[in-house]
């Protein structure tokens, strides 16, 4: 079986959920962020923070929701080279992919800012990187990703719901 982005497991979290009436981007197996009470694609930029989703489909534009992925296992779209069982985040670069979680650097000397940022740390996480597809079973080991590849993630903090 090949999969795709927005493909996922049996026993996801499937939601339909407002999206923006804005947004005619999000397609298939892109990363969702709320914005303004509603569901829209992860843009590329630094530091977005949770919930986030995954869309299981592509909505119309004139559509007033989208099926949500809220929990589980599915696929999306790497935006740099991850390695097995690493925490992935937004891709500040790639609107609705992940990349490697980064932790945010804090000074000898924080402020109150740097403190701040760095608590809200753990809400940057969308989950973990697993494999690629049947990567991580049985005689199977899971390898490194690169740009671009289709990479199984779990939902949530940690790899947790």
Request: glycine share 10%; charged share 10%; proline share 5%.
């Amino acid at each position: 079986m090949v999969v795709a982005a927005g493909d996922y497991l049996p026993g996801a979290l499937i939601r339909s959920e407002n999206k923006s009436n804005v947004d005619a981007t999000i397609v298939k197996g892109n990363l969702l962020i709320v914005s303004a009470g509603n569901w829209t694609q992860s843009p590329a930029v630094a530091g977005q923070i949770n919930p986030f989703a995954v869309a299981a489909s592509t909505p119309a534009t004139s559509d007033s929701t989208v099926a949500a992925i809220r929990e589980g296992w599915v696929y999306l779209l790497a935006g740099g080279t991850i390695q097995p069982l690493q925490q992935v985040q937004n891709d500040p670069a790639n609107a609705g992919r992940v990349v490697a979680f980064a932790a945010t650097a804090v000074p000898t000397t924080p402020t109150g800012a740097n403190v701040q940022t760095a608590v809200q740390d753990n809400q940057r996480i969308v989950g973990i990187y697993e494999g690629h597809e049947n990567e991580s079973s049985y005689n199977n080991s899971a390898t490194a990703c690169a740009t671009g590849d289709v990479i199984r993630v779990k939902l949530g903090f940690g790899g947790q719901s």
